[in-house]
């Protein structure tokens, strides 16, 4: 069964910095590309970073470049997202998942909220 599971986030002001880490089971994660989205409400679910199997290539959409980074440790099947310098626009939950993503692999995801 797969299962991806989100966490690290939380509230935090404008400026600030999470890192978030999702612990993936029950496929071989490694052999994929893996992604972070995020979605706010009444928004689309959309893709904010995402980093190859090997971890030599990596994407950031334009709204987080230079702020977020991705990284992955496939010995231990887990993904991280360290933010910093924290807007309120960045308020959302965020999720991971294979890029481009299963669709049944979905977990909970993790609320991140910016507060000014």
């Known amino acids: 069964q797969v299962q991806l599971v989100e966490s690290g986030g939380g509230l935090v002001q404008v400026g600030g910095s999470l890192r978030l880490s999702c612990a993936a089971s029950g496929r071989t994660f490694s052999r994929y590309t893996m992604g972070w989205f995020r979605q706010a409400p009444g928004t689309e679910r959309d893709l904010v970073a995402a980093i190859n199997w090997s971890g030599a290539s990596t994407y950031y959409a334009d709204s987080v470049k230079g702020r977020f980074t991705i990284s992955r440790d496939n010995a231990k099947n887990t993904v991280y997202l360290q933010m910093n310098s924290l807007k309120p626009d960045d308020t959302a939950v965020y999720y991971c998942?294979?890029?481009?993503?299963?669709?049944?692999?979905w977990g909970q995801g993790t609320q991140v909220t910016v507060s000014s």
């Open positions: 998942n294979a890029d481009p993503p299963f669709p049944g692999d």
